[in-house]
């Protein structure tokens, strides 16, 4: 069974500029959730997509947005980058939602804005 | 709304004595609560859950925490520390609504001295 994969690992941007990141769900998840980690901080939830919808959002502006595709992996864009995005994003992957069960998280990965 | 307070960002202890690092949630509705551990340069993982089940909860790794709903805790110990337990460790609650998302503390650094 393979798990929660994101790419690329590690990423430096200049402020202006626009990221994609990805992350695939692990084999029989239908329900991703991308949360950004600040350095020092706990994860803070972005939003999640459940059967390519979105399903809730946390306090991100309108630049953070995302896909959700048939096979279920997904995407998250970030445009107009400022210096605070840099963190590291994590992306979880669950069985259905209410996400009760338990997510399962990739390795992140690591944005850095100049 | 719900929220997890973690006292403590980093705690320090001798190899072989006990570990103990503190959680308090505020619900207004039963809890789901989590810990998880990050490694350095990795993504999160699941070390117990508390999901209105018995009030102690065994975990990976020989940790188990102990659900205190008068004293809104949900404290994370372990007998005896090893040296491969350093890492950050958080506490999270699930989110009320149709996404069920995690709300995580700022973490607590745990360091274990030879």
């Known amino acids: 069974e393979t798990g929660v994969t994101q790419s690329p690992t590690h990423l430096i941007k200049t402020r202006g500029q626009q990221v994609t990141l990805r992350c695939s769900s692990q084999?029989?998840?239908?329900?991703v959730s991308w949360y950004q980690q600040a350095l020092g901080q706990g994860p803070q939830f972005i939003f999640q997509y459940y059967r390519e919808e979105e399903n809730g959002r946390g306090n991100f502006p309108p630049r953070f947005s995302g896909l959700q595709f048939p096979n279920y992996s997904s995407e998250l864009n970030v445009n107009a980058l400022e210096l605070d995005d840099s963190a590291l994003y994590l992306c979880?992957?669950?069985?259905?939602?209410?996400?009760?069960?338990?997510?399962?998280f990739g390795p992140g990965t690591r944005l850095t804005v100049l | 709304a719900q929220s997890v307070t973690q006292l403590g960002s980093h705690v320090s202890v001798s190899e072989g004595a006990l570990v103990l690092l503190r959680c308090n949630y505020s619900s207004s509705v039963p809890p789901y609560l989590f810990w998880y551990v990050q490694y350095p340069n990795q993504g999160l993982q699941l070390l117990l859950k508390?999901?209105?089940?018995?009030?102690l909860v065994k975990g990976i790794n020989g940790f188990e925490a102990e659900f205190k709903k008068s004293e809104t805790s949900f404290h994370l110990t372990k007998p005896s520390a090893h040296m491969s337990d350093a890492a950050e460790y958080f506490c999270?609650?699930?989110?009320?609504?149709?996404?069920?998302?995690?709300?995580f503390g700022k973490g607590t650094k745990l360091s274990v001295k030879p």
């Open positions: 999270a609650v699930i989110n009320g609504g149709s996404q069920g998302n995690l709300i």
């Open positions: 084999s029989g998840h239908n329900t």
């Open positions: 508390y999901t209105s089940a018995a009030t």
């Open positions: 979880a992957s669950s069985a259905g939602t209410p996400s009760y069960n338990e997510q399962f």
